[in-house]
């Protein structure tokens, strides 16, 4: 499988041959913020597996536990892109909305469920997780 993806004016591409490690929504607060929306969408992959191409400007934000996120976004039209967090250290978060082609993905797991909007019903399963 290959996942290719970028942000929205094309400045950034990015692609990866990694099986997806795991695919999941965030409802954190600063998720919430950042993706303008009522939870983030995202696609865990290796880093090392990860080609980006195009140079990424990168926001510093820090969750719960007091530990660093780096945010990554497209310089020119801001389109969010990945993260990296401790929690998953050597692992691309990458914005789900980015990709070529979204057909296949379906989130398993729900982070930060506490915080969720409480407006949000979502169908199927996943595994719901209340705080990280």
């Given at each position: 499988m290959i996942l290719k993806g970028g942000c929205l004016c094309g400045q950034i591409r990015y692609e990866t041959d990694a099986e997806p490690v795991m695919t999941m929504?965030?409802?954190?607060?600063?998720?919430?913020?950042?993706?303008?929306?009522?939870?983030?969408?995202?696609?865990?992959?290796?880093?090392?597996?990860?080609?980006?191409h195009g140079t990424l400007k990168t926001y510093e934000d820090h969750?719960?536990?007091?530990?660093?996120?780096?945010?990554?976004?497209?310089?020119?039209?801001?389109?969010?892109?990945?993260?990296?967090?401790?929690?998953?250290?050597?692992?691309a978060i990458l914005k789900a909305g980015t990709l070529d082609d979204t057909a296949g993905f379906i989130p398993t797991t729900e982070f930060f469920c506490d915080s969720a909007q409480g407006w949000v019903e979502l169908a199927g399963e996943r595994k719901k997780i209340p705080r990280q």
């Open positions: 929504l965030c409802h954190c607060k600063n998720c919430q913020k950042q993706s303008g929306g009522a939870f983030s969408v995202n696609i865990c992959v290796p880093m090392a597996a990860l080609a980006v969750g719960d536990s007091g530990n660093p996120k780096l945010r990554h976004f497209c310089p020119d039209c801001g389109s969010p892109i990945m993260s990296e967090i401790a929690a998953f250290q050597d692992f």
